[in-house]
């Protein structure tokens, strides 16, 4: 049945608007696994999806704020088992009395429990608590740093929500621009193309492992204001998705000043801060100090040792708010506007934002289980890089810059035949072996070069099973 | 410290968008709470912030879905009680089998459990399940009516998430725009504005019940026309938001007539349904039929008798998805797109969607406990909507017109001193008596009336007490 039902003209940035991510490569994968194909989906940080057991301790509290009445039974059923423990059931079948406890505080700090809306900023208690967390990791103190402000932090729907408040406000008109490293994480772009403003490119440099120095910034910044757009912000992902690289404190310090000189917010994404894997996170926060730049941090449940993404929780800290021209009103005022209309983020999201920047204290009998379910997942996380890094050195012309951070390797393919893209590479790759990767012009990259990302959270053993097959997939595809 | 962090020029739209249901009023209500004021908040419909209960059948499973340890442990407890039963637990404190079942099922179903990111457009069995819950609503069969799409129906955050999706779209530039009721919730001039679109208002027939014949469409239709204005669709809120007026079938069709005449996308705003209180609710999808009218019906676990508002779920079902120009797309495809780059709502909003559209079936344990607890809170609901009106008998000059559906009161007052407006009332309502309303002016109304909207959900007991102190005050207030 094919009836003409008109033809709608839309908002063209929509249209325009990219994400290889959900794009066609893995569209086609999901075709495949329709048909009986076995798939590795590596294209996505998507840890729970490739088997990443979730921690205890999270779905343990969250399981029983949503069911109160569960709480209590738990101490009765826990006395009752002491009486006749004749059964299958052990002692650490029951859960201990302090997540029965801080489900309890939980619950009591929230006031209306899970089902009603919170303030459009999130619970205060959580923001409170998250301001406490950055103040320790960046070892705040009296003498050092500027304290976090809950006041500040706003609970987002994952850090994408974050995002889309900072760059829909920035972009005033299509003459408004935002600095994005490239590589980059499509949804900066994505929101960039949305809100109608322009995309400036900057090229932190491959072989040096991804780091840049100020004449990359000054460059692009140059670029752009010879075409007519004025740049408002810039986005450093660190670490780095899809490059994997961790930024050092010079880095770091040199976006800060390059910030400072040209008037722009710095909108760090840091939502993996947990996954540098043996190397040192080092937060824009920290290392901004009293300088008076605007940054807009992020983080998220989503990636990490957590990796409860489909629970889209996450925040966006605000420091050092520009003032709005022409109003009494500050940044943060705008972005509690936007909050507002959109009510709030989910409660579950929240209260695991809440358990990730207060994990179970040394002395509580939760923290033992805690640390190794933790480590488990970070050592594996590593193990999993180290074996597709070997990978790497099997096949011709692949080249892998950079520390290991994130969840992600984003090799350079450096001799694929004449006419082919790293589109078709992956496309075939995928054919070939059911290993789904994103080609690197999904992330753009310097004009010339060809990369794909691949996730490494698939299993050991599933590595084990699908890496050979890469190895010799690739041998046939330089072949041509 | 008084720092200048310069003066930053941002968008436009968003600095002069309006939410007044978390306006001034209620902001000033959060403040005197904090001074220790006890304060009615009958501002927003947030069913559990006012002390309603959660349904045990949603908080049940979801709990056991974020634990599945839970699952079987909860099997071997009952045997362990039903062997020692000489404690304070009785059987009714374990988890009935259905519902042990049905989280195993949802778990199985979803494929990845609750900490993956799922389907842009939502875990697919869910979407399968809302597919049925339309066409059994709407009474869909062989010889009548169109079967509903799991391929067309989104999951989203909330009802909101898949407005700003529609609205975002549909506003290819600032000549583009969207009808709306007058009063309206104030989502859609927000989100219109947002986008950068035309607010085209029309004006239902407060006297008659808010209920509009075809006149009041075109002269909205018409006055856009003349002013240079491309009307691209009309949103119909049924149950009404802030006035609870029912549409009946006529006014339903006439839309449909109207929308199909002048090529508009229908936006169904249908999430209080469950709200008529003895009326009869029917679906735009239901009246639409076979009709080749472009329809958005949007729902949501906030309202009806879950009021799981902090879970954030809902869905947006699409049907005759307008062909895009210039390209091979349809609506479906680049509302698919806006979802991917969000990646997708909460599993828990989802999964608390999937258990509203599927509730216990009647020979379930589940059962009789279920109807109890809806029957309780819509009976209640009913009750304190009789309290208000009752109330407002009292009040010289205020006239609440319509049947009652919604969660919410929309009375005219019609004496207020002149030179005093409906805002001035509502916040010395607040001061006065505790009780937080929101003025008519904040979701807009004809010109020279004044309104205000109160949600009919702080207890009974709360009423009793707040109602005459009202019916005093508002005597106070005519008197000068």
């Known amino acids: 049945m094919s009836i003409d039902r008109g033809s709608l003209v839309v908002n063209p940035n929509i249209l325009e608007m990219e994400y290889a991510v959900r794009g066609p490569i893995p569209q086609r994968a ?11 989906f590596a294209n996505i940080g998507n840890p729970q999806a490739l088997g990443q057991v979730p921690l205890s301790y999270l779905r343990q509290v969250l399981s029983l704020v949503e069911d109160p009445a569960k709480i209590d039974r738990e ?3 826990k006395s009752l088992f002491e009486d006749s423990p004749h059964t299958d059931l052990q002692e650490a079948d029951f859960i201990s009395e302090d997540l029965l406890g801080l489900s309890e505080e939980i619950l009591a700090a929230s006031g209306t429990g899970m089902g009603a809306y919170t303030e459009s900023k999130g619970m205060l208690f959580i923001r409170e608590a998250i301001a406490d967390f950055i103040d320790q990791r960046d070892g705040v103190g009296p003498q050092h740093g500027v304290p976090a402000d809950a006041e500040s932090i706003f609970l987002t729907s994952g850090a994408s929500q974050g995002v889309y408040f900072v760059v829909d406000l920035l972009i005033a008109d299509e003459n408004d621009g935002i600095m994005i490293p490239i590589p980059q994480y499509p949804l900066y772009s994505a929101a960039i193309k949305k809100a109608g403003g322009a995309q400036v490119n900057y090229y932190p440099d491959e072989e040096a492992g991804w780091v840049f120095g100020r004449e990359v910034l000054v460059d692009a910044y140059q670029k752009a204001l010879q075409a007519g757009v004025k740049v408002k912000a810039i986005v450093v992902i660190n670490p780095g998705n899809p490059t994997g690289a961790v930024l050092d404190a010079e880095s770091t310090r040199e976006v800060i000043r390059f910030a400072a000189e040209n008037q722009l917010m710095i909108i760090a994404d840091e939502v993996y801060q947990e996954n540098v894997y043996g190397g040192e996170f080092l937060s824009f926060a920290k290392v901004l100090g009293k300088e008076q730049v605007p940054l807009a941090s992020l983080h998220s449940i989503s990636k990490g040792f957590l990796g409860e993404c489909g629970h889209r929780g996450g925040y966006l800290e605000m420091r ?10 500050d940044f943060i005022d705008l972005l509690n506007k936007q909050a507002s209309v959109s009510l709030c983020s989910s409660t579950p999201g929240q209260v695991l934002t809440y358990l990730m920047v207060k994990p179970p204290g040394e002395n509580t009998p939760t ?4 640390q190794a379910e933790k480590e488990q997942i970070l050592g594996e996380l590593h193990q999993k890089a180290l074996m597709i890094r ?8 692949v080249d892998c810059f950079g520390k290991t951070g994130a ?4 090799p350079r393919l450096g001799k694929l035949p004449a006419g082919t ?8 790759l995928l054919e070939e072996t059911g290993l789904c990767t994103v080609n690197g012009s999904g992330f753009g990259q310097k004009p010339g070069t060809q990369h794909l990302r691949v996730a490494f959270l698939p299993s050991k053993a599933l590595l084990e099973e699908v890496l050979p097959a890469w190895i010799d997939f690739h041998q046939q595809y330089l072949a041509g």
Do not use: H, V
């Open 390 to 397: 070997a990978a790497f050195k099997e096949m011709e012309g």
């Open 421 to 428: 893209t790293d589109f078709d590479y992956c496309m075939a």
């Open 320 to 329: 050092n708010p520009p003032l709005i021209e022409g109003t009494s009103l």
């Open 30 to 40: 999901a075709e495949l696994k329709k048909q009986g194909r076995k798939i590795i």
């Open 367 to 370: 923290y033992e289980n805690y």
């Open 407 to 410: 969840l992600y390797l984003f």
């Open 75 to 77: 101490r009765q059923l």
